[in-house]
Every structure is written in structure tokens, then in C-alpha cells.
């Protein structure tokens, strides 16, 4: 099956630092990718996806490439706010509809 | 707004208790789940439901069970709580298969004494 591996975290950064959150995936095919974002107390969030190599998906200044030669869809932002602070996990979908996530990778803003 | 509901947000349960949480979604989504997550464990699917009438396990369905009620609503019981089954509880519905995500619900704090 697909598997979902994520930098550990927490991350620490100050406001308006580049951000970046490794992922690499393990998939038969090419899996549809996702970035969600879950904010204290509350559920998942989409943030992005990207459906095939080479696309990028972007939101609300957050952007991650979808590398087929790497496996990879690192998130990425270029000024991190503090309300940014969030857990952010990676996910892939191949075949039929069950979403592989990784763990998960705190992220924590200071002001 | 349109998305996924559950209740209730949050519980307390003695140790062999029994209790249902419940989850709704008004999105006409055809498939549903149920998750747990625990700290540093991410997100286990614990069951998910296909379409209506279906379902499946997941990779940690030891002491639960689920009902597809109808389209709309997909309950998660704990028959017997134990303490190892304190956790953050989604569900969540999709589509189906395709490029589509995850709709999540807000969660269910749940924790066995």
C-alpha cells in the first residue's frame, strides 16, 4: 500500500521566515497528493493537492511541486505568519479512495 | 454551511461503558470514515464506508464497530470503552475515488477513566 513520510517535527521559525516541510511518498501508480492543515481544536483542512507530476498546488501563499523523480511534495512558503502555526500533514491517494497521511509536522510561529 | 458534523464534541466514559459517536454530512459524499488521532501516531483509519450499505475495516478497528445508517450519516460505537481508546476522534467523507480529498468533521475528544 502507499505510505506517507513527513519531517518530524515540532518547527520552529519567527514570523516572515521561508518555510519548508519535507514529504515523500511510496505508491503504486501515481497518487493524487494533498497538503491539510489542522489549526488547534479543530479538524483537517484541505490546503492544497496536485493530481500529476509536475503540477504545483497553491493556497493562501503556500506551495508544494509534485516531483515524480524524488517522490517528493515538500510544502513550502516564503513568510511564514504567526498565524501559520498549525500541524501540517502530507497525503497520497492512489487507487480506490483511502487517503495515506503522514504523521503530521507541528509547525510553531513566533512574533 | 454544507460539511461534516459530528457529535458529540466532547465525552467522558468510565472504563465498560459504551457510547456512539455520530457523524453527519450534507454533501451527498458517497464515501465516509472514521479516524483516530492519537499524539505522535498521526491519523489511523479505524473504518470507512464505500456507499451506502458498505463497510470496511481500517487499520485499527479492534473494539469498535460502525453503522452506515443512510448516505448522509455513518456512526463509530465503542462497545466496551477502554482507556487505550482515548483519542481525538474525525470522520470524514469524500466523493470516492479520484483526484478529490477529504472533508473533515471538528472532532470528538474522548476520553475513557
Known amino acids: 500500500g502507499d505510505s506517507v513520510t513527513q519531517m518530524e517535527g515540532p518547527v520552529t521559525l519567527s514570523e516572515e521566515a521561508f518555510l519548508t516541510i519535507n514529504c515523500t511518498y511510496t505508491?503504486?501508480?501515481?497518487?493524487?497528493l494533498f497538503w491539510y492543515v489542522q489549526y488547534p481544536g479543530e479538524g483537517l483542512q484541505l490546503l492544497l493537492k496536485?493530481?500529476?507530476?509536475?503540477d504545483k498546488g497553491s493556497n493562501k501563499g503556500f506551495e508544494a511541486t509534485y516531483r515524480k523523480e524524488t517522490t517528493s511534495f515538500h510544502l513550502e512558503k516564503g513568510s511564514v505568519q504567526v498565524s501559520d502555526s498549525a500541524v501540517y500533514f502530507c497525503?497520497?491517494?492512489?487507487?480506490?479512495?483511502?487517503?495515506?497521511f503522514g504523521t503530521g509536522t507541528r509547525l510553531a510561529v513566533r512574533p | 454551511n454544507a460539511g461534516v458534523t459530528q457529535t458529540p464534541k466532547f465525552q467522558v466514559l468510565k472504563t465498560g461503558q459504551s457510547m456512539t459517536l455520530q457523524c453527519a454530512q450534507d454533501?451527498?459524499?458517497?464515501?465516509m470514515y472514521w479516524y483516530r488521532q492519537d499524539p505522535g501516531m498521526g491519523l489511523r483509519l479505524i473504518y470507512y464506508?464505500?456507499?451506502?450499505?458498505?463497510?470496511d475495516k481500517g487499520e485499527v478497528p479492534n473494539g469498535y464497530n460502525v453503522s452506515r445508517l443512510n448516505k448522509r450519516e455513518f456512526s463509530l460505537r465503542l462497545e466496551s470503552a477502554a482507556p487505550s481508546q482515548t483519542s481525538v476522534y474525525f470522520c470524514?467523507?469524500?466523493?470516492?475515488?479520484?483526484?478529490?480529498?477529504?472533508?473533515f468533521g471538528s472532532g470528538t475528544r474522548l476520553t475513557v477513566v
Open positions: 454533501m451527498n459524499h458517497n464515501s
Open positions: 470524514a467523507s469524500s466523493t470516492g475515488t479520484g483526484s478529490y480529498g477529504y472533508t
Open positions: 464506508s464505500a456507499s451506502e450499505g458498505t463497510t
Open positions: 496536485a493530481t500529476k507530476a509536475d
Open positions: 505508491a503504486t501508480g501515481y497518487p493524487s
Open positions: 497525503a497520497a491517494k492512489s487507487s480506490g479512495d483511502k487517503l495515506t
